[in-house]
């Protein structure tokens, strides 16, 4: 992936995090509570089997899709990865 497309979709990433603070359910692996840009970074690679720097760039209108889609359902797990 190119530098600009990497940069846009980390801001996305980080601001789909934003979102996702404080309304992640709680788990028992995270008893200070689940870190949501990390729930998004991880939601990404298990979606597109690599994380969004080592993706090409052809994928990146389904990335930004699929943070919308993570956005709408509030990162739960019933979001099929």
Do not use: C, R
């Amino acid at each position: 992936m190119n530098d600009a497309n990497k940069k846009y979709l980390w801001k996305l990433i980080q601001s789909t995090g934003d979102y996702l603070i404080n309304k992640l359910p709680d788990h028992t692996n995270h008893p200070s509570g689940s870190n949501p840009y990390a729930h998004v970074a991880l939601k990404v690679k298990n979606k597109f089997g690599s994380t969004y720097k080592d993706l090409p760039d052809q994928k990146y209108g389904e990335i930004i899709k699929y943070l919308n889609l993570i956005k709408k359902n509030k990162g739960l797990d019933s979001l099929k990865t």
